[in-house]
């Protein structure tokens, strides 16, 4: 069977259907609570034509079974099926009509061979517990093994773990668990990947959001509904377990409108219990991971060229993170986009959250940017609004934008004004705190956009950033700082007039033992080259290229 022509085809259409859509916009499917199966749809999954017609040919007379992935649910076993290396899924096997509530494994396949899916990938049911239905607190787990790779065939199609669900994703270094575009693995020329391609992964967690109150959250009638199709996160518990994400890295994904939005990975309500640890995200279309509440830690991650911000927190989230590397230097937005909640908390309705508005701990992360405008803004540091408070040790923001919005920090009052809370009133209060971190931008500041008053009247930013150990150095060249990869803090630091600058780091691990001591700022020092860190970082850029 010739494949390649369908997969031309297969393309049409799914343009045809983007087209109809409005420019990419994601429909949205009301939620079902049962395990309703869509048999009705069969279109063929697009693999490139081998032409081995079924496996790898040794010799003519031996094919190798190739171990797709299969499971059984109501008494009906459904099973991916081999085509050429590949590994193919209908929408019969998965689809955004379809919660799988049983769990399965996708292998690494040889010869460069991927799981190629049709449909969306949802494990686990998805329940709307103010409708009556209960949350399995032992759902299924999606298991991938280290080194294999999952494509998808439409830019609508992307991996949801339930609440009471998990996913365990865990590659290795060099051998890292890959989630792509079909145009990256087809073999076909013509076809170039690129960002929108496929939707993402989203996580469910059961954790607290600020987006449900107290009541809510204690009774178990947390429902908030998750972008893109509509699902079900949130609830009452901050150490809830989704499973692991380690050495895994995410293309071409990210889809959808603004405030219905699939990013590259999407983390809702999720637990500490859950693993995210050494991520590369590259080319998404909207953010690299964005974060909705919960108290899930990040370490190790790396994010390219994302149309929109390398990481976005919002709506309670108080988890850590440390050693984040966000390079804008094609495109991108924000290296940190912050928010707090969508409730002022000291009224009425914000004050019986189920959390504080976020409230993370970050340590050694590099922002570096070239200032240019992508298709979602400027390349820019870091923008704080809507009531967010965030510790900030050891940072290292490099750009050399000059323009309005790409500059390399943004208190934002977006919905706060000038009063007693608000990002102003946090930084003030010393609820936003840099420490121990360098600016090295030619533009430092974004300009005030609102008229400070009352207790903010002569707030002054730069003054209010240099009191902790942080310095100003300017921007003349990324030499000065960094070191030809753009990623590695240069072991000496000169300001823009070619003094050295010395800046001590934060020591945090007696008091978190989340965080790792290192003598510098940024992501990753000059002496640290043997390190599975500074390994993970030149292999994904090396992806870049």
Known sequence: MNLSGLFKVSLISSALVLAGCGGGDINITPTNNDNHVDNSVENPVVVPDTGNDGGNDNGGDKVVELPCASYTMDGTTFKGDQDGIHCKYSQAFASNAKSISSSFLLEALPDGGAHVFEGALFIGDDVDTSKGGSIDLDGPTLTIEAGATIAFTKAENFVRIGRGSKIHAVGELGNPITFTSIKEIDGDAETVPAMQD???????????????????????????????????????????????????????????????????ITLNAVGSGTKVEYIHIHQGYDDGIELFGGQVNIKHIVVTDTADDGIDWDTGWKGNGQFILVQTLNQGNHGFETDGGKKDPTTDAGADRATTVSNPTIANATVVSNGVKGPRGHGAGMEMKEWGKAQLHNMLFVSKGTEDGAACFDLYDKNEGSGPV???????????????SIFACANNFEPENITLDGDLTGFDIAQWFTNDGNQLVGFSA???????????????????????????????????????????????????TDTNWAKFVAQSIARTK
């Open 198 to 264: 496929w939707g993402g992964i989203q996580i469910n967690g059961l954790a607290t959001t600020v987006e449900c109150t107290k009541t809510e959250a204690e009774s178990g009638m947390c429902n908030v509904a998750a972008e893109g199709v509509v699902s079900y996160y949130g609830g009452n518990n901050d150490a809830d377990n989704s499973g692991s994400l380690e050495h895994v890295v995410v293309k071409y994904a990210g889809n959808g409108v603004e405030g219905d939005e699939l990013n590259s």
């Open 422 to 436: 608000g990002v102003h009133a946090n930084a003030i209060a010393g609820d936003i705190k840099f420490h121990n």
């Open 478 to 528: 990324f030499e000065n700082v960094l070191g030809a990869d753009l990623a590695t803090t240069n072991g000496t630091i000169k300001d823009k007039d070619g003094n050295n600058v010395s800046v001590e780091s934060s020591k945090l691990s007696d008091e978190n033992s989340f965080f790792t001591d290192v003598t510098y700022v940024g992501a990753l020092g000059e002496d640290e």
